[in-house]
């Protein structure tokens, strides 16, 4: 009796472990669609108002804005929204695909936005993309610094500007 009674338990336990894990997934994954939201919106607006490159921020202004008003949030909140989607599509393609899978988290995403911002070299960013992409599904557990620092050795194995750069700012 003892021993059926832990194994309904241990058959409860796997199952809501797999539902955390489930939940957890599905959150990353929705985080990343309403990054991809805003970024389509984004293009939108910009075949709207034109690609003139002095509209541009006439354009950031106006997704940010519109953004802001329907998730009730700030101005400035809606601003980082809109810098993460465009990241997703202009710098980090590879790195959002595994977001948008829900293999990494939104805290991730950015942190990895964040570090490799200093990037200029089109050709660089690519390579640096491609490597965190099959790399960053492995570091779930690492705290926000471990993280830090394999993507800074993984930036300055490819640019090594781009972490000077980001120490003297």
Known sequence: MIEYMFEESETAARSLVDRICGSS????RAAAQKLVSVGDLYLLRQREFGDCAAWSTDTTEAVTAEVAAALRISQGLAASHLYYARAMREKLPQVATVFVAGDIDYLMYQTLVYRTALITDAEVLTSV???LAVKVPRWPSLSRGQIS???DRIVARHDRDAV???KER
Do not use: F, Q, S
């Open 25 to 28: 997934r599905d959150e990353n």
């Open 129 to 131: 993309d491609a490597e």
């Open 149 to 151: 620092g394999r993507v």
């Open 164 to 166: 000077r750069r980001r």
